[in-house]
């Protein structure tokens, strides 16, 4: 059996609680990722066998693996909640790759406050299917292994199957995690866990000048690319609290989540989110809000004058906004074939794309077919002029994305037992540049009665 490492657990004890998966009364497979296995040198027929079940739902494990429920705050919704933590999740130990395998609905844990420690089908599927298509686009996100029904029922609105989904991310370390180390007092321990994150995730930081201030700057880049990714395929993440945004800048927790389709700022699917806080538009914004709450919990190491620290935070803070800029363009640049960035033209095509309630994803390959839709024949021979290259703008403009109404179809089928849906629309957002026979449906937007009432719930 592969060995887990249990060096969060060690290394950083006041960050979390020994803990152990609730065991699932029947498991049977649903989904197993097997390129990713593969990457992690887990033999598919293994993990499909009895044994490899108990281990994908953390009740077999490896010896010397010491599985914890990890402690974490958070502002949900703009709140800050001192104590969240792993309600029903848990981090089984460190692959020996470096990076962690976790489950989520394993159980209730002492963080799971009301909660009953469970996850239905449904959200565990979706989590699978986002996030492959994600990593599909090159966009940096954890991975879900495996989608493991439990044979337990999940009482929600309706009675539902469980299902534990087994992920793997470069690591669980949130800017709620810094939050909770620094709400402790214990500055010790915030040292700790910031080294922690530098070693993980950011190594040039240790050699800087100031290392606290290195980190910031680099979870700040890579947070900027990461949003930029997300605004680049109209991806809309739904909730974005604190504890849901990650140190590696690995997208994570994709709950009430959706792909917009036609274009507009505004657009928000989540039904907790009355406010429009996570709408489409604002989360560059909103990243730039977690940033500074990240930056808060690390001014004590920053500087020992607090003047001074603020100070210093602050100006890195303000480097967000050109960073995410110039990730978005070089994003929009490869989106128009074009070699040289044009914000201006970008800026009109995002205005007229609103105008025209054009279609985020299929315009693009529209564009590269040659077909300008009506009303931005102005436009593009602007865009035309400066000679794109077609055939790199169809390299990184998806055709298939996870569209709203045939992810919902899929995860009804297979919370009825079908999976079929399920498989085949993983198979087509896994490849999602070249045009296949029989796939015309995924590239297609929801018809019009369906998007205008589309609403998502939180994975719970
Ligand atoms: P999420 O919305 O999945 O990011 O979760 C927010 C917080 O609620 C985290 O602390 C979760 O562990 C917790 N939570 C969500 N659903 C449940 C549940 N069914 N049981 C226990 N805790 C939960
Ligand atoms: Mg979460």
Redesign the pocket.
């Known amino acids: 059996m592969i060995a887990l490492g249990d060096r969060f657990a060690r290394t950083l004890p006041e960050l979390s609680v020994a803990w152990q998966a609730q065991a699932a009364a029947d498991p049977a497979l649903l989904l197993l990722n097997e390129p990713l296995a593969a990457e992690l040198g887990l033999a598919p027929d293994w993990l499909r066998s009895d044994a490899g079940l108990r281990f994908l739902t953390g009740t077999a494990l490896p010896d010397g693996a010491a599985p914890v429920a990890q402690a974490?705050a958070?502002h949900?919704f703009g709140g800050l909640?001192p104590r969240?933590?792993?309600?029903?999740?848990l981090l089984l130990g460190e692959l020996p790759d470096g990076r962690d395998l976790h489950l989520?609905?394993s159980g209730?844990?002492p963080?799971?406050?009301?909660?009953?420690?469970?996850?239905a089908v449904g959200p565990m599927l979706r989590e699978y299917v986002i996030s492959e298509a994600m990593h599909a686009l090159g966009i940096p996100t954890t991975r879900a292994l495996a989608v493991v029904a439990t044979g337990v029922t999940?009482h929600r609105e309706t009675p539902l199957p469980g299902a534990v989904l087994a992920r793997v991310a470069s690591s669980h370390l949130r800017v709620g995690s810094f939050q909770y180390a620094a709400l402790t007092g214990d500055g010790n321990l915030l040292r700790r866990l910031a080294d922690y994150a530098i070693e993980r995730h950011h190594p040039d930081a240790a050699a800087a000048d100031n290392p606290y201030l290195a980190l910031l700057q680099a979870v700040i880049r890579a947070q900027a690319t990461l949003i930029a990714g997300w605004m680049s395929v109209g991806f809309i993440h739904g909730?974005m609290?604190t504890?849901?945004m990650t140190i590696s800048g690995e997208s994570i927790?994709y709950?009430p989540c959706a792909f917009m389709e036609a274009y507009d700022p505004a657009t928000v699917f989540s039904s907790i989110d009355s406010g429009g806080r996570y709408a489409y538009g604002n989360q560059p914004a909103v990243a730039a809000w977690n940033l500074a709450r990240f930056a808060e919990t690390l001014l004590p190491l920053i500087d020992p004058d607090v003047d001074a620290a603020i100070e210093i935070a602050t100006a890195a803070l303000d480097a967000f906004k050109d960073s995410y800029q110039h990730a978005f363009q070089a994003r929009m640049s490869a989106k128009l074939g074009i070699a040289q960035e044009d914000p201006e033209l970008v800026d009109d095509l995002l205005a007229l794309l609103e105008q025209q309630r054009a279609d985020f994803t299929s315009f693009f390959r529209s564009l590269s077919a040659g077909t300008v839709p009506d009303g931005f024949g102005d436009w593009a021979r602007r865009w035309r002029a400066l000679g794109p290259d077609i055939a790199a703008m169809d390299r990184v403009n998806p055709l298939y994305i996870p569209r709203n109404h045939l992810v919902e179809a899929a995860l009804t089928a297979a919370t009825a037992g079908d999976l079929d849906p399920v498989r085949a629309l993983v198979a087509a957002v896994r490849e999602p540049y070249t045009p296949r026979p029989g796939l015309q449906h995924y590239a297609e937007p929801a018809p019009e009665a369906f998007a205008s009432g589309y609403r998502t719930f939180?994975?719970?």
């Not at 969240?84 to 999740?89: E, F, M, S, Y």
């Not at 963080?111 to 996850?119: E, I, K, Q, S, W």
């Open positions: 974490y958070g949900q909640v969240l933590g792993d309600g029903r999740a989520k609905g209730r844990t963080f799971a406050r009301g909660g009953d420690g469970l996850a999940v909730v609290n504890d849901n927790d709950g939180c994975g719970t």
